[in-house]
């Protein structure tokens, strides 16, 4: 089974498919988790100099 939840920022995707997750007895896969480290691995060079 997949679920996709979408929305804006801030409306609670990410707190509802964790609940759902749990309650169905399902793996989430969280893309801000995907994205965010993706983009401290990109911003973290460029900030700090180290490229």
Same mark, same amino acid.
């Given at each position: 089974?997949?679920?996709?939840? !979408?929305?804006? !920022?801030?409306? +609670?995707?990410?707190?509802? +498919?964790?609940?759902? !997750?749990?309650?169905? !007895?399902? =793996?989430?896969?969280?893309?801000?988790?995907?994205?965010?480290?993706?983009?401290? +691995?990109?911003?973290? =060079?460029?900030?700090? +100099?180290?490229?």
């Amino acid at each position: 089974m997949i679920i996709l939840i !979408a929305g804006a !920022a801030g409306s +609670g995707k990410s707190s509802l +498919g964790c609940e759902l !997750a749990r309650s169905l !007895a399902l =793996p989430i896969l969280d893309l801000d988790t995907l994205t965010n480290r993706l983009l401290q +691995g990109i911003s973290e =060079p460029l900030f700090t +100099g180290r490229h």
